[in-house]
């Protein structure tokens, strides 16, 4: 392939997880940790769904509004309750699921997300869907790198050897 | 970053919606006006359910046979109808979800449409999901800027910095 | 846009097949083909649901452990048997979208796989969900070209010059 230039710059991941399941969410955190471990610039944007994974398990909710709170109300909190894209069962699927991973020692979301942040991904909470779910910074995590709109996206993006919309 | 001749064409995005859901259109809208309000040259590619944003609010179905009569019948017509991805509710979830983009002032869907068009968006309806549907290019809004097919959507992707399938 | 050397490597495509819809499948499917038919590199990376498409339809299930067992049993075996993401009304959208396919002369997933494979699409199954459903390879086709984990797909992925994750 031999691309002189192209080939020293370090290479470069970018996700956008829009969804909030469990089984995305291990598939986008697989890649993000299996690039970053492999020395690449790797960087998660969390959007609408995707943005129950960054919740703190026991923040209150401050969303103001009848429809916020609602939302708020029937959204997973954290990455301990996510549902299925499949076969989620009112929720028996996520446990079982979440059983044989342990079984098989394959690590879960909560797992993944302490795994991207030790090798070096950067999480970013998309900050036009946090204002209209009415989420607060203090609602999400520390692990936060940051919060930013579709401009910053773009920016990272469009450097990017893999973009990918999980 | 500096890549010289690189640098200097202007970034290209493409996106595939395949996704008829208020939420992912929305989440695809704000990527391609934010990139076309960034100089970048951005195409919309609408497969399959994402045909569903395009379809004229008033269009009279022209879809002919049981199962495409069927399918016209049941499937949203125009970008104010289109369900939710999560929290449906049997439509409950999208108005409530309209009320809160007014209240703060997000655009919807509609609106994202008609911003798109003017920071020069190009919007190519697959002509091979249309005819399997049967929709015809009257079923469709004047806003659209060709009819394509794969060749076509990889002729863009292949030359763009950003692909994404949403 | 003479861009020399860049424009005369053969483009190469890599898509993610994650989802094991009908309707995601022929989409993605579509693409693969459509690529590789224009003489670029095509692969196509099967994990979690998408592993679904390529299940062969008589093999019995060697799934171990109660979890497994109840998963395989649950999953639909083989490109014949897909459920639509949209419409699927407990499987007669699927036999409805089928029987609308055929009357069309629009291929199904069954043919497209075995036109993937006529036209040199590579086919990747992701070891891990394999190892986590308790899928052996030989419930998987023989066209199946290797196994590989995430390492193997970003090393194609950072090449590419479209990424999708269906």
């Not at 697989?30 to 471990?37: D, H, P, R, T």
């Not at 609408?48 to 709170?69: E, T, V």
């Not at 979301?109 to 070096?120: C, D, T």
């Not at 779910?133 to 919060?147: N, R, T, W």
């Given at each position: ?47 609408f ?61 909560v ?55 999980v």
């Amino acid at each position: 392939m031999g691309e002189s230039n192209e080939e020293r710059k370090p290479k470069k991941v970018t996700l956008i997880v829009f969804s909030g399941e469990m089984d995305r969410a291990i598939a986008a955190f697989n890649i993000a940790v299996g690039a970053a471990s492999m020395g690449m610039e790797t960087t998660m944007f969390f959007t609408f769904w995707g943005l129950n994974i960054l919740k703190r398990p026991n923040a209150r909710s401050k969303a103001s509004g009848f429809i916020r709170k609602m939302l708020s109300a029937m959204s997973p909190r954290g990455p301990h309750r996510l549902p299925l894209s499949k076969l989620n069962m009112l929720g028996i699927g996520p446990v079982m699921m979440k059983k044989l991973m342990k079984k098989h020692s394959v690590p879960g979301v909560v797992e993944m997300l302490s795994l991207a942040r030790q090798s070096g991904v950067r999480l970013i909470a998309c900050t036009v869907t946090m204002e209209l779910m009415g989420i607060s910074k203090e609602a999400l995590i520390d692990e936060v790198d940051s919060y930013a709109g579709v401009a910053a996206y773009l920016g990272e993006a469009t450097h990017s050897n893999v973009n990918l919309f999980v």
